[in-house]
């Protein structure tokens, strides 16, 4: 048959949001289920508090955090989250950054270039790899992203991260938390935000503390001024109330409620396991597919790395054929938000996190290969 003829498929996937996001809400999922007697009221009234402290604790129980390890809601995302602890915990001892795609390379810019600290130790990898984590130092403070969101590059385990660490290790987990196993007691800092592994609300982040952070922020004073919104102390002491519900500043709790229905999902589902295996059931199928094509790759570049929620692809072809790719499956109301991100290698990203169906992306599949028999053929 020939290219130009090439038919288009049959079956569309039922939901075309396949954002790395914000990402897919939660099959089923209708504003009309979420509780609304929070809205309108102050969040800090009994009622608000509630569902606040609700969202800390529930947060833990289900990723199942060690004894010790507090849940907080702060302002500004995932990003808050990161930055709140960099320049809350960063001073005492020299860094080591990690870094391989956009996300990873913003917070060495930030340690760097605002921060300014002076003992500093960068390593970067090009998209598609990963840095040689054997360089920590366990005498060094370590940050890191869990899961490259831009590359589909992730962290294959933290056997790297000495148990007897005289350091702390901050991870920025966003596109992890939900979707992959957590080594929780290698990790003293976990960020997340809502708008992604569970398709909630974006301008909330997650942070997560172990007892060791909480000690580095009741142990250490850093020299610079610090904006309320990242304030975590109170008198030299943690602010508590954080990671109870009581958050810095207003929260959206309409937010709120739409986390509290994700989490509730996730329960419904089967836990936490149950949500990484839909995630990775999910990425099988691109697997499959991918080996079926020679056409198509992963851009990482070796299989244990492949991330299964931020799924990026690199096609044998130039960056305006895939940029005219995601347009026809946009077009189709096959696919939305699949290009890659703006500073990565022209490709395609497909979010296969749990909020995704894996239905939907068997569907994808073949439009992805009528669109590029399509485009190819000109
Ligand atoms: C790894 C990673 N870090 C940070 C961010 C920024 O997240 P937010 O917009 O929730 O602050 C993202 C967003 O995609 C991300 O993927």
């Not at 920590?136 to 490259?148: K, L, M």
């Not at 922020?217 to 508590?240: A, C, D, H, Q, V």
């Amino acid at each position: 048959m020939s290219a130009a003829n090439f038919p288009a498929p049959e079956v569309k996937p039922a939901n075309p949001n396949f954002s790395s996001g914000p990402c897919s809400k939660r099959p089923g999922y209708s504003l009309a289920n979420l509780r609304t007697e929070t809205l309108g009221r102050s969040h800090r009234s009994a009622l608000g508090a509630e569902a606040l402290r609700r969202a800390c604790e529930d947060t833990a129980r289900i990723l199942n955090l060690p004894e010790g390890y507090r849940v907080g809601i702060v302002p500004a995302s995932d990003t808050g989250a990161m930055e709140m602890t960099m320049w809350s915990m960063l001073g005492p001892r020299p860094v080591d950054i990690f870094a391989w795609e956009s996300f990873g390379k913003e917070w060495v810019n930030d340690v760097t270039k605002q921060l300014r600290l002076e003992n500093v130790s960068l390593y970067q990898a090009d998209y598609g790899k990963l840095p040689d984590f054997e360089q920590a130092d366990a005498s060094h403070d370590i940050i890191f992203t869990w899961n490259g969101t831009t590359s589909g590059v992730k962290v294959v385990d933290a056997d790297w991260i000495s148990d007897n660490r005289q350091g702390i290790t901050i991870c920025d987990a966003t596109s992890a938390v939900f979707a992959m196993e957590m080594p929780w007691e290698k990790l003293d800092v976990v960020t997340f935000s809502w708008q992604k592994v569970l398709g909630g609300e974006g301008a909330h982040g997650v942070l997560i503390l172990s007892p060791r952070a909480v000690e580095r922020l009741e142990s250490y004073t850093p020299p610079w001024p610090m904006p309320k919104i990242f304030r975590l102390t109170k008198g030299g002491n943690l602010n508590e109330g954080i990671f109870q519900g009581s958050t810095i500043n207003t929260p959206s709790m309409l937010c709120v409620e739409d986390y509290l229905d994700a989490l509730g999902w996730v329960e419904s589902l089967g836990g936490l396991k149950a949500c990484i295996a839909k995630s990775q059931a999910n990425l099988d199928v691109i697997q499959r597919f991918v080996e079926n094509h020679d056409w198509i790759q992963f851009l990482a570049e070796t299989e244990d790395t492949v991330s299964n929620t931020s799924v990026c692809l690199t096609l044998d072809l130039e960056a305006d054929q895939v940029k005219q790719i995601v347009k026809l499956l946009e077009q189709e109301k096959v696919a939305y938000d699949i290009g890659s991100y703006r500073d990565a290698p022209p490709g395609l990203r497909i979010w296969c996190g749990s909020t995704v169906e894996e239905s939907d992306v068997q569907a994808l599949m073949p439009w992805i290969e009528w669109a590029y028999q399509k485009v190819k053929a000109g």
